[in-house]
């Protein structure tokens, strides 16, 4: 005979804090009119289901609870739409990698630091990492001294988490966002008030005709 399994017990399918599930004696209850009053709860639920709404309980740890007399089904969208939106605006922090030689010249290096300060800006973390290849890694002194000389550059957006380590063959560096550092703002093009735009016009053969000759001045 084979042992039942001992699953956990299913949860009622129950509405909390709605209509006759509300376990408060009495309640703050607001009406689609904007009235509220504190009443019983079977009197409020009464009041609610008269005006074809539910009864909700929308703070529960206020004392008394507050319901609120709406439409269940559009009270959860409502609150599922809120959710949505608030999970749409949080920051997910990434780690942005950026990968260097020991041997990196001064225009990679620039570009990468270039892209560094916006992921800092942007709230993301940056990983700085030096890879050596063959005999490059009996020269890891020169990889340490770049990762340095980057979280420095990097001082004004970001803060080095700890010292660069040595794993494998490849020096890195943590740097995290610096509280304060504003996102850069796109520069707004200026018109100089001098520029004051000048009418061209073609002269005729007549015109030129009727014009005297410019005198030129005798000495």
Same mark, same amino acid.
């Given at each position: 005979?084979?042992? *039942?399994? #001992?699953?956990? !017990? ?6 909390? #804090?709605?209509?006759? =599930?509300?376990? %408060?004696?009495? $309640?703050? %209850? ?22 074809? +709404? ?9 004392? !008394? !609870? ?13 609150? @599922? ?13 990434? $780690?942005?990698? +950026? ?24 709230? #993301? ?8 290849? *063959? ?10 001294? +770049? ?26 560096? +943590?740097? =995290?966002? $610096? ?15 001098? %520029?004051? !735009?000048? @009418?061209?016009?073609? =002269? ?10 410019? =005198?030129?001045?005798?000495?």
């Amino acid at each position: 005979m084979i042992p *039942g399994r #001992n699953f956990p !017990p299913r949860k009622p399918n129950r509405r909390e #804090n709605v209509n006759e =599930s509300i376990r %408060a004696r009495e $309640v703050r %209850a607001v009406f689609p009119d904007g009235t509220a009053e504190v009443m019983p709860t079977p009197a409020a639920l009464r009041r609610a289901q008269e005006l074809g +709404l539910d009864l909700v309980v929308v703070s529960p740890t206020a004392v !008394p !609870p507050v319901a609120k007399a709406i439409d269940y089904g559009q009270y959860q969208y409502e609150l @599922k739409k809120k959710q949505h939106d608030a999970k749409k605006k949080q920051h997910v922090v990434q $780690v942005k990698e +950026l990968k260097f030689r020991p041997n990196t010249d001064e225009h990679d290096y620039e570009f990468k630091k270039t892209h560094a300060i916006r992921f800092l800006q942007e709230g #993301n973390r940056v990983k700085a990492l030096v890879q050596f290849r *063959g005999r490059e890694i009996a020269h890891t002194d020169l990889g340490r001294k +770049l990762l340095m000389r980057f979280a420095e550059d990097l001082t004004g957006v970001g803060a080095i988490d700890g010292m660069p380590r040595l794993e494998g063959r490849s020096f890195h560096v +943590l740097i =995290s966002p $610096v509280k304060g550092a504003l996102k850069p703002h796109a520069p707004t093009a200026t018109t100089p008030a001098a %520029a004051v !735009p000048t @009418k061209t016009t073609s =002269s005729s053969p007549a015109d030129s005709a009727a014009e005297p000759p410019a =005198s030129t001045p005798t000495e």
